[in-house]
Nanobody
Framework: QVQLVESGGGLVQAGGSLRLSCAAS????????MGWFRQAPGKEREFVAAITRVNWSGSRTYYADSVKGRFAASRDDAKNTVILQMNGLKPEDTAVYYC???????????????WGQGTQVTVSS
């Protein structure tokens, strides 16, 4: 069993930055494929980013086109945490952001075994 807790959301002006954290218990995240998703009001949940477990070549990251070049996923294995650094935020980034562990399909599919409770990100224009 893996428990995930997101933090770091808040209100920021357009162009600003936020750093989301996803702290885990129950398993070392270095051995776990992780994803970030978001859901805006009235919209379906959508893929934001993914970071693979650590292997001999390190981790890989994947991003939705809408956030590529602005968001960066990383991990802090000492704190058993994954990070989503969000720069150049836009009003359309406003959503509840979720981290997830153990994809059952592709990283982008949303079919993950474990989910956090979410953290609200609001970007004002």
């Amino acid at each position: 069993q893996v428990q995930l807790v997101e933090s770091g959301g808040g209100l920021v002006q357009a162009g600003g930055s936020l750093r989301l954290s996803c702290a885990a218990s129950g398993r070392a995240l270095s051995t776990t494929n992780m994803g970030w998703f978001r859901q805006a009001p009235g919209k379906e949940r959508e893929f934001v980013a993914a970071i693979t477990r650590v292997n001999w070549s390190g981790s890989r990251t994947y991003y939705a086109d809408s956030v590529k070049g602005r968001f960066a996923a990383s991990r802090d294995d000492a704190k058993n945490t994954v990070i989503l650094q969000m720069n150049g935020l836009k009003p359309e980034d406003t959503a509840v952001y979720y981290c997830a562990a153990d994809p059952r399909g592709t990283y982008q599919s949303g079919a993950y075994e474990y989910w956090g409770q979410g953290t609200q990100v609001t970007v004002s224009s």
